[in-house]
């Protein structure tokens, strides 16, 4: 740090600016996340002597990434160090700095497909912040009490979720349900989603080598399978869903299973919350005796705008913020899962979220999205594949048809198939 | 009248002698408009004339210094925003919607109207009381509606079910069958005010002889309302329509906020923001803004000519 410390000094001093700069910071939404990011970015702030401001962002990823296109595409200076999700680094390549010259091979500590992820054209364009899969998340104490078992495949939660959702309404609590997920027509659907088809061996919508995969009869059954849940063991109200709406009902206590992210897990165990110490954490189930477990790999980056006045100071707030200690911090803080692989090793983590040593070899094997072969075009992708889902869960569609569209409308997109950038 | 046929009489007398008067008339019109008109360039024109260029290129938002002329493929090329099925449903369900809204806040704004026209000592507070919906700003009122119609801890659910009107709670903005009926019934509820406003000032400007004649003659209060009150309030309810149906046609944020980005109740705009931030197309996307300004303009013409001939009928 003082190595650090002292080089910027000298080249502040190269420049003739003494004064303090001031920098700005984007990351994420007020609220217990920001909070986090917040305390650390002060540190750093005390450390140097320079100022940090914070740019809070909308909640939903989409319309963060809307908010960053629009600063960025007119070339604004208000942004210098901005969080990014695991799907943008193609998406906003052009106007990020490239952070090889700066980061000392810092990048060697990370995830190596996480570092893959985020370098586009050979520049490095964002670090590694944190790391997310899907997860499920469970009631230890009602499936302790009705004497079932974890389960394993979709069919065997649903039959459990279902158990348990008509005894506990039968002893009185009518808002009892079995298991909320995000079926909101947003990014966060095509996440879903894309944990079923997996589970089922249905593909990841465009494989590997950029050719449309979805119509497949696997991926129909992993649709008909979610389509099933909703007015049974999930509130129809599902499909207008997000995170913070499947978390405020499993919090209240009226949800049997949940399907979210890391994060839940320290706001669901702080005081106050009516089932801390009641939660259990287990992978994702497989569709069926021949699926698999499979996750969604999500996460943030941490990015440098092209336009920032002060490159060299938001890169070193960046490796600072990214780097192993405040990743611990943030680990044991905010249950933000570390891109450094070491941390899972560390007692104090794995004390204050146990489930990180569990699912680390979810966390290795986790399903990306098709973002790095479709680069430019995943948002329309993704877009394409959340709505059609989103049809066979309201019923509006059928999934063979449904996906039949769905291969036509993404084949329109890429008549050659999508070709990677690098 | 008498105004009327003052101003109308002068050239047909002396033209010769008018005209010189009314050119500097015109030309000192002309100068105290400019400065609006030049405003006016700058802040609507000139935007309207990039989008209308943008639209003829394949410009994508992450580098718009590298475009290229594609002439009118972004309209009627092989994917084409005229070729769109998602964007014909966009139309669809914005036409759909500005006609169902605009009706039910014309009945309604007329109905409110008609009561806070009749004298009583709470008229002032009533007519303050009314305005409250249409003071909130749209997105604060579609995300309070967001949650008093949610079906997990909505309000909403909690009352009717407690009336006894459904047995489990609806899903309002989730279902399918319900959500565009929600959006209608939020934008119905915040705009009812701007409508009965509108009309009860047009209500306060009926000249009262005439009711006094007709309650003389024992005239029945509902003819005295399709005979005298509609008639006179006509002009004034028309252009109340008007706003409302332009403003209708453009609708983005109640639908934004409450129902995202649901493929059942896409309207014009949120099809236009889509193509144009989500997935950077700024090329297709201003194709698509440019017909939604089209349509607009379409819809304002055929208004304008309307009335027009209205006018000169009578």
Known sequence: MKIALMSTAALLALAGTAEAATLRMACGAPGPGQNVCIDSAKEWAKKTGHEVK????????????????????????????MQIDVVWPGILANQLLDLKPYSKGAEAQHFGSIITNNTVAGKLVAMPWYIDT???????????????????????????????????????????????????????????????????NGGTVVDAQGKVSVNNPYAGKALDTAAKWVGTISPKAVLNFAEEEARGVFQSGN???????????????????????????????????????????????????????????????????????????????????????????????????????????????????????????????????????????????????????????????????????? | MTSQTLTAAPPVRA??????????????????????????????????????????????LGDLTQMQFVGLDNYIGENGVLRDAEWWSAVANTLQ??????????????????????????????????????????????????????????????????????DTPLAFIADPDLSFFTIILVDVWKTTPFMALLMLAALQMVPTDCYEAARVDGVPRWRVFTHITLPLILPAVLVAMVFRALDA????????????????????????????????????????????????VLFTVAYMAFTRRRMQGV
Not at chain 1, 397 to 414: P, T
């Open chain 2, 15 to 60: 033209p010769s002698v008018q005209s010189s008067l009314q050119r500097s008339r015109q030309r000192m019109a002309w100068l105290l408009v400019a400065p609006a008109l030049l405003v006016l360039l700058a802040i609507a024109g000139w935007p309207l004339l990039r989008t209308i260029w943008f639209s003829l290129t394949d410009a994508q």
């Open chain 1, 54 to 81: 914070f740019v809070a962002t909308p909640n939903d990823s989409n319309e963060q990434l809307a908010l960053l296109q629009q600063l960025l595409g007119s070339g604004s200076d208000k942004i210098d160090v």
């Open chain 1, 255 to 422: 949800a049997v299973f949940m399907r979210n992210w890391p994060y839940a897990w320290s706001v669901m165990n702080q005081d106050g919350s009516a089932v801390k110490g009641k939660v259990g954490v287990m992978p994702l189930p497989k569709g069926g005796n021949g699926g698999r477990h499979a996750a969604t790999l999500g996460g943030w980056q941490l990015a440098v705008s092209k336009y920032s006045k002060n490159p060299q100071l938001a890169a070193d707030l960046l490796l600072y913020m990214t780097g192993a200690q405040v990743q611990k911090y943030r680990a044991i803080k905010g249950s933000f899962n570390p891109t450094i692989p070491a941390l899972y090793k560390d007692p104090d983590i794995i004390k204050a979220s146990p489930f990180m040593a569990e699912l680390y070899p979810t966390f290795s094997s986790a399903v990306p999205r098709p973002s790095t072969v479709t680069t430019g075009k995943y948002n329309q992708v993704s877009n394409q594949f959340w709505n059609a889902t989103h049809d066979v869960l309201s019923g509006n569609a059928k999934s063979s048809d449904a996906l039949a569209q769905l291969d036509r409308s993404l084949k329109r997109l890429a008549p050659a198939g999508f070709v990677s950038a690098k």
């Open chain 1, 134 to 200: 899907g997860m499920m998340y469970y009631r230890k104490d009602l499936l302790g009490k009705y004497r079932l078992p974890a389960p394993s495949t979709w069919d065997e939660m649903a039959a459990t979720a279902r158990k348990i959702q008509d005894a506990e309404r039968a002893a009185g609590n009518d808002k009892m349900w079995g298991f909320v997920w995000q079926g909101r027509a947003y990014e966060g659907l095509t996440c879903n989603a894309l944990e079923w088809l997996a589970s089922f």
């Open chain 2, 249 to 296: 046609l453009r609708v983005f944020d109640l639908i934004y906020v409450m129902t995202s980005n649901s493929r059942l109740t896409k309207s014009m705009s949120v099809y236009v923001r889509e193509q144009l931030v989500d997935f950077q197309q700024v090329g297709f996307g201003s194709a698509s803004a440019t017909v939604l300004f089209l349509i607009i």
């Open chain 2, 97 to 166: 919607f500005s006609v169902i809204s605009v009706t039910l806040e014309t009945v309604l704004g007329l109905s409110v109207a008609l009561l806070l026209n009749t004298p009583s000592r709470a008229r002032t507070l009533l007519r303050a009381a009314v305005l409250v919906p249409w003071a909130i700003p749209t997105i604060v009122s579609a995300k309070m509606w967001s949650w008093m119609l949610n079906d997990q801890y909505g309000v909403i659910n909690v009352m009717l079910q407690g009336l006894g009107l459904i």
